[in-house]
Every structure is written in C-alpha cells, then in structure tokens.
C-alpha cells in the first residue's frame, strides 16, 4: 500500500482515489495499527471487540438441567416421593425404581433419573404418589448440548453487545479480552463559525463540533468534552499547535474544513509540518469533496490518524462513513464492513466519474431504499431523517428496483450494521 508525503502531495496534485479503494486502503492502514488487547470486566466491555476467540470454560451446560417443572422419575410409576430438587442445588441420586423427586425447571438432574413427568400432565393418587406418562422427548438439557468445554463460540473482531456479554457470563467468564477503544479528538476550523445563537451577518452556526464527536462515540470511540477544540484561528501556527496537542493523547484526530488549498486552509501545510503521510489524499465521491487521511508516526514508533473532513456539514458525514468508519473497524481489529443490499424505490442519478453517496431511508420489512430530499452539501435537514447513504457507482445511474449497496449510518454506540 502507497502513501504520500505531505510536503510531496502538496507539490504533485495526485487523482482522487476511487470511493471503493480508499476505504479498503484505510481499512488495511487501520488493521496494521490495531490497538492493544486489554482485560475488560464483563460490565465495562460493552461497545469493545473481542480481541481473541470467545471459548466456554465448561460444557453448556455443565450438567444435566430440567427444562421443565415437574418431577424426576426411575422406572415405572405411580412413584413414591422421595425428595424435591430445586436450582442451585446438587440433589441425592434415585437409587430406587418406582421413586421421584419433584424438580424445579433449570435445576439438576438426580443421578438414576429415567424420565421427567411434567407437572401439568400429572396427578397424585389416593395414597399420596405420584402418577402420569412421561413424553418420550427428554425433558432435560444433556452437558455440552450447546457446547463443549474449550469450544470456540466467537472469533476474535466479534463486537461485544449484550448477547455476547450474557454468552461471555453463562461460559463462566468474569472479564473478556478486547480491543482498547480508540480515542479521538475533533479540531473545528473556521473563523468564520459560531458556537452559540442563530447565524447571521456573514457567520454560520458550527454543526460539526456538536455532531462529529456523537457520530465517533456511535462508531466506538472515546471522545471527552476537552477533546473537542475550536473554532481554531484561521492561522498556520495555531492550526498546528492544535493539531500537535489533539495528537498527545488521541488515535484519531477528526478536523473539519481546511481540506482545500485556499488562503486560509491549513491542514495540508500543518500536515507537511508534522511529517505526515497521507493515506487517501482527496476521493472521487460527491458529495465529501475533498476529505483526506493521513497517518502520524512519532519517534517512539507511535501511529495516529488524521481524518480531515469537509467544511460542509453533510460533506463531513460522507467523510466519516467512507473513511473514518473503515479505519475505525481495521484499528478494532473488526473484519471490514459488508455494506448490505437494498433496492431502489425511485431513481437516483449518478455523478459522472465520482461515486454518488445519496442519502436515503431504509424500509427493512420491504428491503427497499427511498431517496431523500434536502441533500445539498450544506445541508442537514436530510441527513436527520436518513438511515443511510445509497451507492451509486462511477459511470452509472440508479433505477427504481435496482439493487444497490447502501452504507448504514450507526444508531447506537458499537450497534452492529443491519
């Protein structure tokens, strides 16, 4: 995999990278650079990847259970009450034909058991047995029904959600093995950007700031309130004192605006400043025109990332899903995200020789895609009604039924794509 200096590309303009190689070209750096395993308690690895397979520690389950209540029987009845197993509770064995022991569901099975009669198909005779017809189907769950000690259930870049979390508890596992979170700041830049109140007189309100650092806690990062910065002055030196204190602690470093080669755009200066090779450096995609990655690596060895994202606020999003989602997946140590299929409920024009990001709202019962309207690269209004962002390939247009791919904007923190 090619990268580029910055003082290089800001002498030689290279082509947009095609929409499909870039993520697959940040998904590779992010891999290589996958963040360190740590020990996390079962309560605090929500949202985390497992960094190694998820393996039970005994058979599931580890002995034989009632899956019913009812009474554990040997031999034929009516049976004679010799006892009452409850859950939690290792029972006395039926040493004896023509006996039983009432049975709580999840509780474990008497040693000698032949059958287990369930508590609504039986009865009690005059002289106080019990009596019924067990069903042929044993009502008890066998060791290892679910899986053998030492089985591996997941494998390791599984994302860690409830069920795994509950799967992780009934293995017996009290902590799990994951990928450290990354840790990302936002650099807002602009001086023309206002933090609070209505625009106005030349000045627009700054979305990104509130928007970008919820997104990246949505794709698993950790973002404080300190690690938003900004506005930052629209100057040289304050842009890379910036940009080098976000980089003290962060893996990722988001900035918004700045990307082009105006008089007041100075990330690509700031880059060339730090040493940085870039990655992707500008996509053939629309809208997102231009975003870049670039990579950071200090003296001790240590890789961070510097994702700069469009002033345009919708521009910022398609950023964050085309490059920030697959980088963030190779730096979990996840495999790189299958973007699902969904079909084309009205037309969607395509962009030449660039990739159409077009945003749209899913129908999951129907599996089918309806576009959108206030799409416009400044615009928000679409994107809060939207579930994600259909694609539409270079050289092609989108017709009602055509099955395209469609990238899905995440919902939750860590929530899995749909």
Do not use: K
């Amino acid at each position: 995999m090619s990268t580029e200096t910055a003082a290089a590309a800001a002498q030689v303009a290279a082509p947009p990278a095609g929409w499909e190689e870039a993520r697959s070209r940040v998904y590779a750096v992010g891999l290589a650079a996958a963040l360190p395993a740590v020990d996390r308690p079962l309560a605090d690895a929500d949202g985390h990847t497992l960094a190694e397979p998820l393996t039970t520690r005994t058979d599931l389950p580890a002995f034989p259970t009632s899956s019913v209540d009812g009474w554990a029987v040997r031999g034929d009845g009516p049976w004679q009450v010799v006892g009452r197993v409850l859950a939690g509770h290792t029972p006395a064995p039926l040493t004896e034909d023509g006996t039983t022991a009432e049975i709580a569901t999840g509780a474990m099975v008497p040693a000698g058991t032949t059958a287990i009669l369930r508590i609504e198909e039986s009865t009690r005779t005059a002289d106080g047995r019990v009596a019924g017809t067990p069903r042929q189907q044993p009502e008890w769950r066998e060791p290892g029904e679910e899986a053998y000690a030492g089985e591996e259930l997941l494998p390791a870049g599984t994302p860690v959600d409830p069920a795994v979390l509950g799967l992780a508890a009934s293995c017996g596992h009290d902590t799990l093995r994951v990928r450290r979170q990354p840790r990302a700041a936002l650099l807002v830049f602009g001086d023309e950007l206002l933090t609070a109140g209505p625009p106005g007189a030349g000045r627009v309100r700054d979305a990104l700031g509130p928007a970008v650092p919820a997104w990246l806690r949505r794709y698993g990062c950790q973002v404080r309130p300190a690690d938003v910065v900004g506005p930052v002055e629209d100057t040289l030196p304050a842009h890379l004192a910036a940009l080098r204190g976000a980089l003290a602690d962060a893996d990722l470093v988001c900035t918004t605006g700045g990307t082009m080669h105006g008089p007041v755009d100075h990330l690509h200066p700031t880059l060339a400043a730090l040493g940085a090779d870039y990655v992707v450096n500008t996509v053939a995609v629309r809208p997102g025109f231009p975003m870049l990655l670039a990579r950071v690596v200090d003296d001790a060895g240590r890789v961070r990332f510097v994702a700069g994202l469009p002033g345009n606020p919708q521009s910022a999003i398609v950023a964050l899903v085309s490059l920030v989602a697959p980088l963030l997946a190779g730096l979990a140590g996840r495999p790189m995200p299958v973007l699902p299929q969904v079909t084309l409920a009205e037309p969607i024009p395509g962009r030449g020789d660039y990739t159409h990001l077009a945003l749209v709202r899913v129908d999951r019962a129907a599996g089918t895609a309806q576009p959108l309207r206030h799409v416009g690269s400044a615009m928000l209004r679409g994107l809060a009604g939207a579930d994600g962002f259909a694609v539409i390939r270079p050289g092609t247009s989108g017709e009602a039924g055509d099955r395209v791919p469609v990238v899905p904007l995440p919902l939750t923190p860590g929530e899995r794509a749909w």
